[in-house]
């Protein structure tokens, strides 16, 4: 794991309360849920902001584990995300 940097944030109490019960729910910590939530928000703002998540796929096929199987027939999955219905 990279190195984590320290950020203090305050949250309604409402977020609180729901954020505890998430975590319990899933063993992940609260910290984990923050940092995964922020990745997420930060993903689609980059979209929006038109960089093109194309780039993350360099690199990607530098070793033999990173060659995703069926990249041909799910590459919006892996250009774009998990879509959630």
Known sequence: MPTL???Q???????FIALKKL????????AEHIRRA???YLSKQDFELGLDP???LLGLC????????????KHD???YGEKIL
Request: net charge positive.
């Open 5 to 7: 940097k320290r950020k």
């Open 9 to 15: 944030i305050y949250i309604e109490p409402e977020t």
């Open 23 to 30: 975590s319990k729910l899933t063993n992940f910590s609260e």
């Open 38 to 40: 922020i990745k997420l």
């Open 54 to 56: 194309i780039l993350e």
């Open 62 to 73: 530098k070793s033999r584990s990173g060659i995703p199987k069926n990249g041909s027939i």
């Open 77 to 79: 999955r892996y250009l």
